[in-house]
């Protein structure tokens, strides 16, 4: 089944205590996003990555890092979290293919402390 | 850069009848895409319907249907024969169709909730 797993589900940790946010997609997608949505907000994106070793900042970068060593992970890294990112949290990927949509993970709840 | 405006944080509509969900958007592009999510309270996005900027008829999937209307950057959602799970927040979304543009980064707008009275 194609797919954009993410995990965890859910997570509550305090501020400082770095952790990672893996994603995983299995459509061999060149294509792959992290996104955050507040309430009002919508969803918007934190990182994108066109192929492997190739990322960028998107809107609202700080606080994140990510990598892209292989083609299907695509993980978000919290160096030092902060009650400002509570969040909730998509990965999501596509193919180059021009008119394809994106496929999202489940979301990923973060509460920081 | 582009922006999409959804005005309406809450609509509600009885089952079986239709609600329309507005959305806006600003760009300076010519060819585009546009999308309606439906987000239930299982917090999965869940594409509903899509159009393309360069083709005017406009799409539909079922009980919904979308009125495209380029020149003025809106991209409204009708929802007919309301039905309980059509209960959600619904948002509307841009995307550039340039892969230089963050890889073709969908930008939403604020999102709507739709309540379904049974």
């Known amino acids: 089944e194609a797919q954009v797993t993410q995990n965890p589900r859910y997570l509550i940790t305090v501020t400082g205590k770095k952790l990672t946010v893996t994603c995983s997609q299995n459509?061999?997608?060149?294509?792959m996003s992290w996104y955050r949505q507040d309430p009002g907000l919508g969803l918007r994106q934190i990182y994108y990555s066109m192929n492997v070793e190739v990322t960028d900042k998107g809107d609202v970068p700080e606080g994140y890092k990510v990598s892209r060593k292989e083609k299907r992970n695509f993980p978000l890294i919290l160096e030092s979290p902060s009650p400002n990112q509570t969040s909730l949290y998509f990965c999501?990927?596509?193919?180059?293919?021009?008119?394809?949509?994106?496929?999202f993970g489940d979301g990923t709840r973060l509460s920081i402390l | 850069a582009q922006t999409v405006t959804q005005s309406q944080p809450e609509m509600s509509v009885q089952e079986a009848e239709t609600v329309t969900l507005s959305c806006t958007y600003d760009t300076s592009e010519s060819d585009y895409y546009l999308f309606w999510y439906k987000q239930p309270p299982s917090r999965q996005m869940i594409l509903v319907i899509r159009q393309e900027a360069y083709k005017q008829q406009n799409a539909t999937e079922n009980r919904f249907s979308v009125n495209f209307q380029k020149a003025a950057k809106s991209f409204s959602l009708k929802i007919s024969d309301s039905q309980l799970g059509d209960a959600a927040m619904y948002f509307c979304?841009?995307?550039?169709?340039?892969?230089?543009?963050?890889?073709?980064?969908?930008?939403f707008g604020g999102g709507t909730r739709v309540l379904v009275k049974p």
């Open positions: 979304a841009y995307r550039s169709p340039t892969i230089a543009t963050a890889g073709n980064k969908l930008t």
């Open positions: 999501a990927s596509r193919s180059n293919y021009r008119n394809q949509p994106q496929h």
């Open positions: 459509m061999n997608h060149e294509y």
